[in-house]
């Protein structure tokens, strides 16, 4: 996840894609709407293949973290 990076300074310290001021939340949401990872790319050519994979894999570790309370 070296590609995920925070900057207090940009979106309140959300997570972001280095060197970019996308927010990880932003590229979660194109995917669940149905984008892939091609055609987040080819709209936002400053991104690389690996940078979507990466929030992928940073939302993984977050919710493995997380522990489910069923009320």
Do not use: S, W
Request: net charge positive; charged share 25%; glycine share 8%.
């Amino acid at each position: 996840m070296k590609r995920i990076i925070y900057n207090p300074k940009i979106f309140g310290g959300k997570p972001i894609i280095e060197g970019t001021r996308i927010a990880v939340e932003f590229i979660l949401e194109l995917l669940a709407t149905g984008m892939t990872p091609q055609g987040i790319v080819k709209e936002y050519p400053q991104l690389k293949t690996e940078d979507i994979f990466a929030c992928i894999n940073y939302a993984a570790a977050i919710v493995k973290r997380e522990e489910l309370v069923l009320t």
